[in-house]
C-alpha cells in the first residue's frame, strides 16, 4: 500500500519567515495530495490540494508543489503569521480509491 | 453548509459501558469515513462507507467497534463494551464521491474511557 511520510515533525518560525514542509509517497498511482490544517481541539481542515496533472498550485500566502517523478511533495507558506500556528498534515489518495494516505504531521510553531 | 457536524463533542465513560459516537454528513455527500487520531498512531481510517454502503471497514480495530449508515445524512460508530486503549479522539469526514474528491472533517468527540 501506499507510505507518506511527512518531515520536520516540528518547525518554528519567527513571524514573516517562510515555512517548508515536505512529503514523500511511494505509490506512483497516487494521483491527489491535500494539505490539512489542524488547530488545537478542531478538526483537520483542507486548506490546499493539487492534483498530478499541476506541478504548482498558489492561494495567497500558501502554496504547494509537485515532483511526480521524485514521488515528492511540499507546502509552503510565505509571511508566516501567529495564526499560522498549527499541525499541518499531508496526505496522498488515488482517483476512484476510497483511503486517503496521511502523513504523521508537522508541528508549526510562529514566533511572533 | 454547516459542515460535518460530530456529537457529542466529549464524552467521558468507564470502562465497559457503551459508547455512541454520531456523525451528519455534508449535504449532497455520499462518502462517509470514521477515523480516529492518537499521538501514537496519527490519523487511522476506521471504515468507509459510499452511498450508506459499508465499503472498508478493515481499520476497524475490533468485534467490539460497530458502524451504521441507516441514511444519507447519519452515521453512528459505537463501541461496546469500551475499553480504556480506546480513548482518542475519533473524526468523521464526508466527500462528494470518495477517493480524489475533498475530504472534510468533523470537529471531533474527545472520548475517554476510565
Known amino acids: 500500500g501506499e507510505n507518506v511520510e511527512q518531515h520536520p515533525s516540528t518547525l518554528s518560525v519567527q513571524e514573516g519567515d517562510s515555512a517548508v514542509i515536505k512529503c514523500t509517497y511511494s505509490?506512483?498511482?497516487?494521483?491527489?495530495f491535500p494539505w490539512y490544517k489542524q488547530e488545537l481541539g478542531k478538526g483537520p481542515q483542507l486548506i490546499i490540494d493539487?492534483?498530478?496533472?499541476?506541478g504548482e498550485k498558489k492561494d495567497q500566502r500558501i502554496a504547494v508543489t509537485l515532483n511526480k517523478t521524485a514521488k515528492h511533495f511540499s507546502l509552503h507558506i510565505t509571511e508566516t503569521q501567529p495564526e499560522d500556528s498549527a499541525v499541518y498534515f499531508c496526505?496522498?489518495?488515488?482517483?476512484?480509491?476510497?483511503?486517503?494516505?496521511f502523513g504523521t504531521g508537522t508541528s508549526l510553531t510562529v514566533i511572533p | 453548509d454547516a459542515g460535518v457536524i460530530q456529537s457529542p463533542r466529549h464524552e467521558v465513560t468507564e470502562m465497559g459501558q457503551e459508547v455512541t459516537l454520531r456523525c451528519k454528513p455534508i449535504?449532497?455527500?455520499?462518502?462517509l469515513f470514521w477515523y480516529r487520531q492518537t499521538m501514537m498512531r496519527g490519523l487511522e481510517l476506521l471504515i468507509y462507507?459510499?452511498?450508506?454502503?459499508?465499503?472498508?471497514d478493515s481499520g476497524m480495530p475490533e468485534d467490539r467497534f460497530s458502524a451504521k449508515m441507516p441514511n444519507a445524512s447519519f452515521s453512528t460508530l459505537k463501541i461496546q463494551p469500551s475499553e480504556p486503549r480506546d480513548s482518542a479522539v475519533y473524526f468523521c469526514?464526508?466527500?462528494?464521491?470518495?477517493?480524489?474528491?475533498?475530504?472534510?472533517f468533523g470537529s471531533g468527540t474527545q472520548l475517554s474511557v476510565l
Open positions: 469526514a464526508s466527500s462528494l464521491r470518495g477517493g480524489g474528491e475533498k475530504l472534510f
Open positions: 505509490d506512483s498511482a497516487s494521483n491527489y
Open positions: 493539487i492534483r498530478s496533472n499541476v
Open positions: 496526505a496522498a489518495n488515488q482517483l476512484g480509491g476510497n483511503q486517503f494516505y
Open positions: 449535504s449532497g455527500h455520499n462518502s
Open positions: 462507507f459510499n452511498n450508506n454502503v459499508p465499503i472498508d
